[in-house]
């Protein structure tokens, strides 16, 4: 196994889809908070991305059947915006960031096949005392300001580690917009509540009614081709 | 030296053979049962694999001999199944995980060529107070209930680390079948008697009889081009 | 994104220009002194360089607008000697040497692009209790007691490590000729004392008037094509 | 820098040359034997080798001159054997194992060209109360013995770290033949004593009289075109 390879379950139909990452991390934010933005959008696994970027273990679920880690797809394209989630078992290793930037770039071609040019990354960022703040940073000044009016608070001047801060970065040379949103959390272990901060300012973000999305379960209709 | 090579000593008559893989790990559990699993079916080795994915020391026999770190491919044609046993000095280092998948793509390529379609990877999974258990995990739900009901616990919701992970579930990815059996070990030192678990455990789900294969070694026949 | 890149904001017309680097460092005395002889020189933000060697993270600025890290190189061509000079957010990681070499490499091509063939590298070097002393490595003996006759110290019997030493070295063994200059530093937190210290020996040794400079500022003309 | 390059000084000729290596690890024992062997020999520096597999700093001489670590090969043709003796700055980052595979095929490469089909390498090995002992390890069971019955000591099931032992491991793959002396020593510091023992073993090992070579001083004729 030499390269990423992307393995295609079904082809979604995407209107100008926001790419949203959910990646393990401090405080597991990103990943908690991408899996509530599935069962909130009934998102669909479309593809699945096994790369040698990724660590050398196996995944093992609770019913003791393996794979390799990998980066998951899910597309949903019932409510406005559309969506790509991209969330997962694990991020590369620390010791191969050229590998883990040639990794983000092709999620990035992925991504912009499928119409994305607008990406929002979610993480954690490690506080004493963590009180369900939400930080964000952002491809221009405009965006920034746009999402703090909405009550985020300034991430000013620091770093974003990881697939979360680089596929922002690479997206933003590449002339994407977007944004990163980051959960206040002691980051010891999974902290659903942060998680919860982060999706709740999320959908207020881009006016998803929760409710009406919970009501529209019936007539969902996901047009994909196996 | 660029790549790995293969140096193929003789070349083996195997029907469907079963990958078995033991290389050093915790407790060097899965290096002693693919030991002693070479004693019982009277595997030969077949042929070494040199590669740049191994560690950069040379290692010295008790005779003052030197070899670069490799891996070792027996086959074993006498019983049923037919096996390819691999194991070998060293894993790969922790530095260079693309590498690692590449060398473990490699091995499952040479395996395919030689018939290979199922593979059973052995290793040890720490534990405080190992008491001679025998976990399971497998790329299919069918294979892991089929694997407990013969005694093996489940390994359920865990990560299982190089080699012995990594080629079971590149060989998933590629449509093989297969199986992990890790025997529980406090992982301190060469653990014979967690080998010995996972040997006895191996030769009974294999349907392998030990007395009988003593019998027959007499009339043992390899057919092999040197 | 699988190689460095670099992004052309202007075409600055250049004479011979010396090569100033100065990235972060041991008591950041490096970036801190290019930003001092940006100032001083007038230097104008001509080129960005993106690259896979450098690490996997974003930068934020105070006003939460994100970048991935970088090399900006700037040009001063108003006095003599005219400059290139290269500072940045962040060197590569240790754990990719063969990426940096690389990188180095890549540098110093684009700056013979631009008709260098002078390079000054600038760091800190940690000393317990450090007094401003400024001291030199070279390519020739003839530079180091040039250097020395006008103050240096002697760095002699040691090494210097990262881009400060490395750009040097590789620069050497094109033909370039160049200089080390490194303050003593505690090196525990950004240093601008030493970095003061390195500047006013810089400016000295390469006979630029400060206070002509700040002069000719009125008169200041940057011929550059946007 | 993307590769391994060798810069010829001179192209010296020889007679099926002895490969020594000798360079920086334990107690410094290779290398320091390999600069008395150098002296013995009156061999001369023919070729550096530059590669980014080497670290990324730059060595600083005591006069203040730099160059990147490099490994530099002399050639003595004046005595028999003719030898090779390869040392050098520093030995390549522990980060890299697939970079180090390449950089030692790529040096028996260069020395086949000269006619080397024998390496000796050369090193320390760590122990608690050193007293002299000289250890082998070789490519086959008889250099082993031979070198035993000279007075060195069976070093047997263990590993060799590094250059030392990779050198001589790819060299066996290749059908070389060879042998890898190490001193016993503290490693704690540069370990002269210890140097000496092997270098004492060496020369009497190879047959070569010292006093002799003392006396030829003045008649030696090392033809090279430089």
Known sequence: MNKTYFQNLFQPKLDNPVLVE????????????????IKLTKAKLFTELYSPSLPDYVIVNTKGICHPPRYEFYASSTGKPNFIILTGDAQPSLN????????????????????SKFIITIGGVPMPHPAGEVYVAATSKKLAV?????????YGGGKIMGATGLLLGIAKSRGWKGTCLL?????????????????????????IDQKQNVKVRGRESVKSKP
Not at 30 to 36: H, N, S, V
Not at 96 to 115: N, P, Q, S
Not at 149 to 154: H, S, V
Request: charged share 25%; aromatic share 8%.
């Open 183 to 207: 959960g206040a959390t002691t980051g010891l272990k999974a902290d659903r509540k942060a998680a919860l901060s982060v999706f709740k300012f999320l959908t207020k973000m881009l006016g």
């Open 22 to 37: 959910g990646l393990p991390g401090f405080g597991n934010v990103g990943k908690i908070t991408a899996q509530l933005l």
């Open 146 to 154: 746009e999402t703090m009016e909405k009550g985020a608070a300034l």
């Open 96 to 115: 191969d960031i050229v590998a883990h930037y040639k990794l983000c770039g092709e999620i990035l071609d992925f991504a912009e096949e499928c119409g």
